[in-house]
């Protein structure tokens, strides 16, 4: 069975990793906490890797908010929409309806129900090359005031 990271299991962990990320010298780390060089080097792939993890814990919890409120925006046209069709203002239902419509765009998008339409980006570059000879008769046509 491997052994454990000694720099994960060190009691000033943080303020090792602390000083990793900041960029302290190696050297001057591992005076200050009484490890190695070595477990130092190791020790930087635990902390990409915790990183890593962390923001794409965070992305989650960001797309599960977002759509949290689209389920709420949707919910809340929904009771406009039938609280102005029961009013008989058909207008007002209808911006209810079309805000419905949005919610569910939205939705959508974050689920990526419309990947399949997104058509990459074109560029188009035009390129002109002209040879020393023509480029001596713009100079020419430049010099005699003829341009």
């Known amino acids: 069975m491997p052994q ?6 060190h009691r000033e962990r943080d303020a090792i ?3 990793l ?6 050297r001057r780390i ?3 906490s009484g490890t190695s060089t ?3 080097q190791r020790h930087r792939c635990h902390i990409a890797d915790a990183v890593v993890h962390a923001a794409q814990t965070c992305e989650i919890d ?3 908010s977002l759509l949290e409120k689209i389920h709420a925006m949707e919910s809340e046209a929904q009771r406009l929409g039938k609280k102005a ?5 058909l207008r007002a239902a209808l911006l209810a309806l079309r805000e419905l419509g949005r919610a569910f765009e939205l939705q959508g998008r974050m689920l990526g129900a419309f990947e399949h339409e997104r058509a990459a980006p074109t560029i188009t570059v035009q390129v002109l090359v002209m040879g020393d ?3 001596k008769r713009l100079a020419l046509a430049s010099d005699d005031g003829s341009d």
């Open 38 to 40: 070595g477990a130092l």
């Open 21 to 26: 990320v900041a960029g302290v010298p190696l």
């Open 4 to 9: 454990t990271c000694t720099i994960c299991r």
């Open 17 to 19: 990793e602390a000083d």
């Open 62 to 64: 960001r797309g599960v």
């Open 30 to 32: 591992a005076a200050q």
């Open 133 to 135: 000879s023509v480029n």
């Open 85 to 89: 069709e029961s009013e008989g203002d």
